[in-house]
């Protein structure tokens, strides 16, 4: 994952150290109308976002979360899809990633 991330690094908005990172991170999913509470937000060491590729990234002392790719469907806004590096995948109600809203 870490070479993926330097592919997309060159351009993009960078942050390190857990306030900032999670601030920007919400802020990110806010402007993009994506539920405040999608991400797990403990202990981001950095955060990117490269506006011109569309690839963010958060990286976090301990593994949380095996997810390579989260969209929300153009036909179905109120569904969040996530899926893992095997290729599975599975969609969820937004509502549930809501963050006290």
Not at 62 to 74: D, G, I, R, T
Request: glycine share 8%; proline share 4%.
């Amino acid at each position: 994952m870490a070479s993926l991330i330097e592919t997309h690094r060159s351009g993009a908005e960078v942050v390190s150290g857990d306030a900032i990172c999670r601030k920007k991170s919400v802020d990110l999913l806010e402007e993009l109308g994506l539920p405040k509470g999608l991400l797990p937000m403990e202990d981001i060491q950095d955060f990117g976002y490269n506006r011109t590729t569309g690839f963010m990234w958060l990286v976090q002392r301990k593994k949380k979360l095996s997810v390579v790719e989260v969209y929300v469907p153009e036909a179905s806004p109120e569904k969040v899809t996530f899926k893992t590096g095997t290729g599975l995948s599975d969609s969820f109600d937004a509502t549930a990633f809501a963050l006290g809203e």
